[in-house]
Nanobody, 115 residues
Framework: QVQLVESGGGLVQAGGSLRLSCAVS????????MGWYRQAPGKQRELVAA???????NYVDSVKGRFTISRDNAKNTVDLQMNSLKPEDTAVYFC?????????WGKGTLVTVSS
């Protein structure tokens, strides 16, 4: 089992920054892929950024150059630094862990970007 707890969401003006953090209940060395997803009202959940145990990173095109995913192996956390935020980034952001072909989800944290 893997428990995930997100934090760091909130309200920010367009152009601002937020940093999301995901606390993981076990060593992230044991997890194949950590990712951040988001779901906007009326839309499907989409992958925003992911980082593998080998350090490979990928981003959805719409956030490239603005968002950065990182992990702290000592703290068992995975962060998402979000800069130059846009109103279309407004969504609930979910942390995801993939381990042994199982996916685990946090409860999400709301990010609202005002124009």
């Amino acid at each position: 089992q893997v428990q995930l707890v997100e934090s760091g969401g909130g309200l920010v003006q367009a152009g601002g920054s937020l940093r999301l953090s995901c606390a993981v209940s076990r060593s992230i060395f044991s997890i194949n892929t950590m990712g951040w997803y988001r779901q906007a009202p009326g839309k499907q959940r989409e992958l925003v950024a992911a980082i593998t145990s080998g350090g490979n990173i990928n981003y959805v095109d719409s956030v490239k150059g603005r968002f950065t995913i990182s992990r702290d192996n000592a703290k068992n956390t995975v962060d998402l630094q979000m800069n130059s935020l846009k109103p279309e980034d407004t969504a609930v952001y979910f942390c995801n862990a993939e381990r042994l072909r199982m996916h685990y989800w946090g409860k999400g944290t709301l990010v609202t970007v005002s124009s």
